[in-house]
């Protein structure tokens, strides 16, 4: 009983395979959006709502002082396409 079982060992070697995958198709990912033209475009903005980070969902809550809050805006397109969705952390 020394040894861990065979099936352990094979569960671990397959997480670690899947996860280096997911670590090299994020990392191609990110050197395509990088490399990738900026591109620009008109819009307005539709709605803008700001809310704290952990985003507790407590009847209670209050806003503490010096809580990290995020930052979600709406905006439309003046081209006539879909609307946008962003999501920022307070910087």
Same mark, same amino acid.
């Given at each position: 009983?020394?040894?861990?079982?065979?099936?352990?060992?094979?569960?671990?070697?397959?997480i670690?395979?899947l996860?280096?995958?997911?670590?090299?198709?994020?990392?191609?990912?990110?050197?395509?959006?990088? @490399?990738?033209?900026?591109? &620009?475009? *008109?819009v +307005? #903005?539709?709605?803008?709502? !700001?809310?704290? @980070?952990p985003?507790?969902r &407590?009847? *209670?809550? +209050? #806003?503490?002082?010096?809580e !990290?809050?995020r930052?979600?805006?709406?905006?439309?397109?003046?081209?006539?396409?879909?609307?946008i969705?962003?999501?920022?952390?307070?910087?």
């Amino acid at each position: 009983m020394s040894k861990p079982p065979l099936i352990f060992i094979i569960v671990l070697a397959i997480i670690a395979v899947l996860a280096t995958r997911q670590f090299i198709k994020q990392r191609r990912e990110v050197a395509v959006n990088d @490399a990738s033209p900026e591109r &620009s475009l *008109q819009v +307005e #903005v539709k709605t803008k709502r !700001e809310f704290p @980070a952990p985003n507790r969902r &407590s009847r *209670q809550r +209050e #806003v503490i002082a010096g809580e !990290e809050m995020r930052y979600e805006v709406l905006f439309h397109p003046l081209n006539g396409a879909s609307d946008i969705k962003v999501q920022l952390k307070e910087a």
